[in-house]
């Protein structure tokens, strides 16, 4: 058993699970935050409950997610100490911020708008909520904070073999987390909103309060699209500071070999030989690598094998090529997810605009809208997928490889068996998800309103208790 192989595996599958969680916090509260703006604006109760209903859902994701982030921490300390040593002193203020301000905000917030129904006025009822989608919002944007210091290292000197952070306002402004947060935050908007219109569709299909989930499916769609579409403008800004920071993982996700043609033509696939070092069978689109890398007609990206003799001259004798079929189509899965997000969105938004969402012919595009929850999903995992596997060998760019990032006292043995008990968590935690989604969705938006009512009727809801 490889020891680094297992680490990784581990990494893998614990921030995998974890990022299912993440992106329905940050994309499913601020559809819940429009809804209560509608309701407070219009005083339709309608909204009420759909900002209620949603609600249930964001609430059960918020609490197995944290679940899922406390077991992923664990690995940095009993599989990754080496790399804990190395990156602790810059990333201990970004990741102390995130928890003491960020996560605090959102826990305090959240705790307010669940018991302050009926307590609290609407308005500042509905701040509450506003301050949350706020408060994951800011999450977000530290722990990219740190992931992009892994990606562009700035802002740092290195002192007995650990680096150090020098420029606070240098590592806050990394160009990398400038082009990958919003790329990842309008991404998770997107995941929200395919997750309200898929089961907003679901509902209508089974014609159960159609009315309902046709407002949820309305306003659901019209987010999907346009964070869709935004998600696609921000990658294409993340791409373009790719060839300049990290070129070998540009170059491996376009399964460049050698320094390409100019202008520079975008493979949409081909076969890949590893170890002869040559593609074949490929089909080719004109021009568009150029557009995608410096939006212009010309322009070419250096080929693996150059970088590859100029990473060996700067870093030393060794293979600095990442797993080129992996970040190949990874990409690939991501940007052909996407496409089908927007067209979903773009057709979804045409019959809400015409008013034909609950005619009979949109079955079969409401079971499309129920598959098309997995597509944001499925697009953030392989965009994850390619951004950390296209970084390989590195954990930290240039400075630290992951073969030198690992335990030096945890044996392949131990790995396997966190590897084993995680999974078996991970597992058990995935069901209870899934048993309450169903349970909360089956009941629907009255049955629940039904029981919340009861659940208010205490002497504070008597009194009339409002801040």
Sequence with gaps: MDMVFLSRLQFASTTIFHFIFVPISIGLVFLIA???????????????????????????????????????EFQFGMNWSNYSRFVGDVFGAPLAI???????????FIGLWIFGW????????????????????????????????????????????????????????????LVEFPHTVLGALATGAFLV????AYKMLKK???????KSFQIGIAVALIASFLTAVAGHSQAQYLVETQPMKMAASEGQWDSGEDPAPWTLSASIDVEKKQNSNEIKIPYLL??????????????????????????????YIPPVKTTFWSFRIMVAAGSVMIL????????????????????????????????PFIANTSGWIMTEIGRQPWTVFGLMTTEDSISPSVSAGQVLFSLITFSSIYAILAVIMAYLYVKVIKKGPYMLDKKDNKVNNDPFAKEGFHA
């Design 34 to 72: 429009i809804m209560e703006t509608m309701y407070v604006k219009s005083g339709n109760e309608e909204y009420k409950k759909m900002a209620k209903f949603w609600g249930k859902l964001f609430l059960i994701n918020f609490v197995i997610g944290i679940v899922t982030g406390i077991l992923q």
């Design 98 to 108: 995130e928890a003491l301000l960020a996560f605090f905000m959102e826990s305090t």
């Design 118 to 177: 009926e307590r609290l006025s609407k308005k500042v009822h509905l701040a509450c909520i506003w301050l949350t989608a706020l408060g994951t919002t800011i999450s977000a944007y530290w722990i990219l904070v740190a992931n992009s210091f892994m990606q562009h290292p700035v802002g740092f000197e290195t002192n007995n073999g650990r680096a150090e952070m020098n420029d606070f306002f240098a590592l806050i402004t990394n160009g990398q987390v």
């Design 197 to 200: 219109t898929g089961i907003s």
């Design 208 to 214: 159960q309060e159609v009315e309902f989930f046709k």
């Design 290 to 319: 150029s557009i995608l890398s410096y939006n212009k007609l010309s322009g070419s990206i250096k080929g693996m094998n150059e970088l590859q003799a100029e990473y060996t001259a700067k870093y030393g004798e060794r293979n």
């Design 344 to 375: 979903l969105g773009i057709y979804g938004v045409y019959l809400a605009w015409k008013k034909k969402l609950t005619s009979k012919p949109n079955k079969r595009f409401y079971r499309l809208m129920v598959a098309g929850i997995s597509l």
